[in-house]
């Protein structure tokens, strides 16, 4: 089945070979991927290409154009780069430089995605089809600067030479709600289209229960079965908190592999709720009645490379993490404000960050406090000791949140930073910084933060600002609901 070496017209002819792209792990995770399309008898493989807003882009390729790919890539858009959650160009036309400063983007070129193969797995949900995370580059062969994965590469390398390997656990919250209709009308195609109406699936507030989770287990079994399929190491489904509204939780899993798990995650689940009439959303507060937050907890540690042992567990009874554990939680604590961007990257996920809320308001630590914005986890001399961050939002780009947090983790490490005193009590009355109250003031922060321009490079910190000040931009110029409710009848 594998093609000759330039019959397809896929891709640039030797480009993988060409710029070295592909390292001898991933070539042999090719040679096992060509065998499983043939095992499996598979006729599509979907090339993903996650986005600066975290949303999986592809090209449905042939079995045969993805196994050409591995010596040539496909061609793609790079136009996406320049398109914000709306699909909207929010940079000049056709400027210099993309209106991004990045030469090789002028004019709106294709770029080559060259597949990672270790990602590759088989659809369980889907006819006879394969899925693959694929890596950007210029047709130069240059890496492209501003693709997220790439930043995430870039930490784990520096964990990496720093003598740790990164171990990081998922709990994501999200709703499942009834689409009452699958017909879309004429005027509900727009740019963006209006939410779906939508009912509730499970009634909510029974807190972990069982009858309630039990209530839509031909839901949690279809769930179940593709994450299984799927490869991802699944630990466990639960009833959340609000109406229909579902908790998830994997196993850790070291270096990029919990962002890839997390993007195969989010667009499974959706796919999985839309064969049955559904509709999954990682929005973190919706606009509907009784509905609560959900946040993405990021649960990590560091391990020694030249130990295999895990760097957070501490070597004295009276202390629940290492140093280096310490010095990691100190680095994310430092850098958190201007993080945000990356952990709650939407307007509507600063609504999360209120008091009492189960979520973090402020800049705090603590042992088993889930008010507090990371949660230390284990007991001392515990060999499963980790920290817990709470600070992320569901619908954040994995790449970007994973990428920025070990970046400040380690910063914290290499600069030998002590934490703050840990909470003892009330999180929500510490005396300590406020996280930011909008996306607006997040921005502003990440703007003028030395670090992350210095660890991430002006060019990416400028696009994100850019493309979240477009955003910002296009929600204050909307009139709301609140406003006509506030002052339409009033004035």
Known sequence: MTPESGERGVGKHGFVRDHGLLDAEQRDAGRRSIER????????????????????????????????????????????????????VFTPLFAEGGGLGIPELTGFPDMVLVPDPSTFCVLPYADRSGWVVTDAYFSNGRAIPIDARRLLRQQVAAGEEMGFDFVAGLEVEFYVV?????????????????????????????????????????????????????????????????????EVTFEPMTGLGAADAMVLFRSATKQVAGELGMHATFMCRPGLPNFFSSGWHLHESLRDRATGKNAFTSSSASDRLSETGRRFVAGVLEHAIPMTVFTTPTINGYKRFKPYSFAPDRVTWANENRGTMMRVQGDPLEKGAHVENRLGEPAANPYLYLAANLAAGLDGVRRKLEPPPIVEADPYSADAPALPASLWEAVDALDGDAFFRETFGDSFVDFIVGAKRNEISRFLSEVTDWEMREYFEFY
């Not at 858009?77 to 914000?84: E, G, H, K, R, T």
Request: glycine fraction near 8%.
């Open 37 to 88: 399309i043939e095992e499996h008898g598979l006729r599509t493989v979907r090339m993903i290409w996650v986005d600066q807003h975290g949303v999986p882009r592809c090209k449905f390729m042939s079995a045969v154009d993805y196994i050409s790919s591995l010596e040539n890539g496909i061609d793609f858009s790079a136009a996406l780069f320049n398109m914000d959650t709306a699909n909207k």
């Open 178 to 246: 009834r689409r009452d209709s699958d017909r879309i009308e004429l005027d509900e195609t727009g740019w963006p289209p209006p939410a779906p109406k939508v009912s509730v699936i499970e009634q909510g507030y029974q807190y972990l229960s069982e009858s309630r989770l039990g209530s839509i287990n031909h839901l949690v079994e279809r769930m179940r079965d593709a994450y299984l399929g799927l490869g991802l190491p699944l630990r466990s489904i639960e009833d959340e908190w609000g109406p229909g509204q579902i």
